[in-house]
């Protein structure tokens, strides 16, 4: 059931977004460009990607649990659900297994399509032993109900440049790291992506060496990490 409220929330994201636009004009679109460059960089890629999905660097208590929650704002799942469907991923990418493969399921199926499969424990053990997380994955859509309620009676304004359209942008990011890279039918690097989501563009590399938190030199997200995230010396073998 899951796997259909995530795209209807998607879709809300994207009528809220017009809505939005259509009654309050484009000005609004200044913030909702800040938010998207914080909450790409900061949230999805450094927390839900390479925090959650290959932990591949740690941070302290405090951080974690403001990202924690953040991760859980943008509307790509759960930490556990978009974790476990990336790990999967990386095990079987570009093959029929992948879950969003352009040359395999094809673009249309990863936009339009509803992404199923059936992840092992084993894969998500780490996740699935804080209780904590597993509360946001039960909840997670309660909260964006609560969300969407709170914003609609404080602040429509707040609903659409604040809430839908960041949280439609990270969306799309996902979309562009999930087809650009791998159009060739395998992992490449692309300058594209790299620009598009800061700093997810070195894809090639991030297959060949999940764990490595930064994906090359001038991953404006590994920068963030080690300057503002990480509390750990992590042996990167980029400098
Ligand atoms: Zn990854
Ligand atoms: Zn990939």
Request: charged letters at 15%; a positive charge; glycine letters at 8%.
């Amino acid at each position: 059931m899951n796997k259909y409220k995530i795209r209807i929330l998607q879709a809300f994201f994207v009528l809220t977004g017009l809505v939005g636009i259509m009654y309050y004009g484009f000005t609004g679109l200044i913030v909702s460009g800040i938010l998207y460059i914080l909450l790409e960089v900061f949230v999805g890629n450094a927390t839900l990607h390479r925090y959650y999905g290959h932990r591949s660097f740690k941070m302290s208590y405090n951080k974690e649990r403001i990202l924690r929650w953040l991760a859980h704002h943008i509307g790509v799942g759960s930490v556990i659900g978009w974790s476990g469907h990336h790990r999967w991923h990386h095990k079987y990418s570009d093959t029929d297994e992948d879950l969003h493969s352009p040359t395999k399921q094809g673009i249309a199926h990863i936009i339009f399509g509803v992404w199923d499969a059936n992840i092992p424990r084993n894969m998500i053990r780490d996740l699935l032993a804080d209780k904590n997380l597993i509360w946001w994955h039960k909840n997670y859509f309660k909260y964006h109900i609560a969300i969407i309620i709170f914003l609609s009676i404080v602040s429509p304004w707040s609903l659409a440049f604040i809430y839908a359209i960041p949280n439609l942008c990270c969306l799309i990011s996902g979309y562009i790291i999930a087809i650009l890279p791998h159009m060739s039918g395998e992992a490449k690097n692309n300058f594209i992506t790299e620009i598009l989501t800061l700093g997810e563009g070195n894809h090639k590399f991030h297959h060949d060496y999940p764990n490595e938190y930064k994906f090359g030199k001038y991953d404006i997200t590994g920068f963030v990490i080690n300057k503002f995230l990480k509390n750990e010396i992590h042996n990167s073998s980029i400098k």
